[in-house]
């Protein structure tokens, strides 16, 4: 009994620590997998590495939270159209606002309508920059906002813009350049690009400006522009190593997908401090993608884009319908008549279908697969979205 036991245990400890060996003294099946998996994890600590994506630098992947622009807006007059302006009786505020106008400049205008067709109400937008100082000019959009046929040549007068909070932060005014042009004759018109649309550059003065406390944080927030925990991780860690070999300590912290804090250290301004990290270059990284347009056929596929081996047939169903009736005789001495008997012949065939097996384990594959199909871009939209549905496309899918 003794000596069975120790047999027996000799047995169970040659199955568990050697080779797991099969009958035939071969390694049993999946053994040198699990061997490969017990030495990657035999370390006690799994490091997950994130694949690395190009090299960017921290100030073309994130912008400073505190750091934005303010959006403004105003509504005003462009005068000095040749006849292209708002039709005064389709756009009653345009005839409103040249009264106030005109008003205001010390003309009186009661007991007369204006017939002008020179002028064109107008919405003037405009992006404030952050730390811009007062005097500064900023660039402006004109958009007509009655039925002004076009802008070219007109002088946008003085217009007040104001941000969200209702106050007045510049006042734009300056000729209007305009991309586009519209010519009209009594039978044809022809119109290329917007010409109801414009900007003038420079053409706004910042009369106040937004207050900002940059050279008081004592944390700064950096906005990632394409949101990703990976790129998140990797600029906390560069910044990280940058400070500890600079300020002796790890001054970043990644919050979410979006946010990095960096504690500012003492002795060093913001801006300083910020212009030292935002040259640090990172492997930004991303979720694979694969967008669509199907209104104008566009298709942007990302590096990372992957697809399993699958079976694809395309090709158009073409269904061909001809009648053609035949003349039945009757046979030689029978009392039987000449009739016309219906006959009908349809055809279905797909003369550009084929069949190609697809499998993406790169970009280059992918695409050298997909134009192997020979189909159009509206066909291989189809295509995405019915792998996409086997579920053999392992990435997000965006319809636009």
Known sequence: MKRAFVLLLATLVGLTAGHADGPDGKPAQGAGKNQQLAADYSGGEVQ??????????????????????NQLVGYGLVIGLSGS????????????????????????????????????????????????????????????????????????????LKAADGEIYAVAQGPVSVSGFSAQGDAETLTQGVPTAGRVPNGAIVERQVAAE?????????????????????????????????????????Q???????N?????????????????????DAPARVVIDERTGTIVIGQDVRISKVAISHGTLTVRIKEMPRVVQPEPFSRGQTAEE????????RPDSKVALLDGPD??????????????????????????SAGALQADLVVQ
């Open 48 to 69: 997950f590495r994130p694949s690395s994506g190009p090299i960017s630098r921290i100030k073309d992947i994130a912008m400073l939270q505190s750091a934005r622009d």
């Open 85 to 160: 302006g708002d039709s005064l009786r389709n756009s009653p505020f345009t005839e409103q606002s040249i009264r106030a106008m005109l008003e205001n400049l010390g003309i009186a205008t009661e007991g007369g309508r204006s017939r002008a067709k020179n002028v064109a109400a107008v919405i003037v937008t405009a992006n404030m920059p952050p730390f811009v100082q007062s005097g500064a000019r900023i660039d402006v959009t004109v958009s007509s906002l009655g039925d002004a046929t076009s802008l070219t040549g007109g002088t946008l007068i003085m217009t007040p």
């Open 214 to 254: 940059f050279a008081d944080l004592g944390t700064l927030t950096l906005q990632l522009r394409n949101p990703d925990f990976s790129t998140a991780v990797m600029i906390a860690d560069a910044i990280n190593e940058y400070s500890r070999q600079r300020f002796g300590k790890r001054l970043a912290s990644e």
């Open 256 to 262: 979410d997908a979006r946010t990095v804090l960096i």
């Open 264 to 284: 500012k250290p003492k002795g060093i301004s913001p801006a300083r401090f910020f212009a030292e990290l935002e040259n640090l270059v990172v492997a930004t």
């Open 342 to 349: 219906p006959f009908t012949d349809i055809q279905a065939d």
């Open 363 to 388: 970009l280059e594959t992918l695409v050298a697969g997909l134009n192997r199909l020979g189909v159009k871009p509206d066909g291989i939209i189809a295509i995405l979205q019915g792998i996409k």
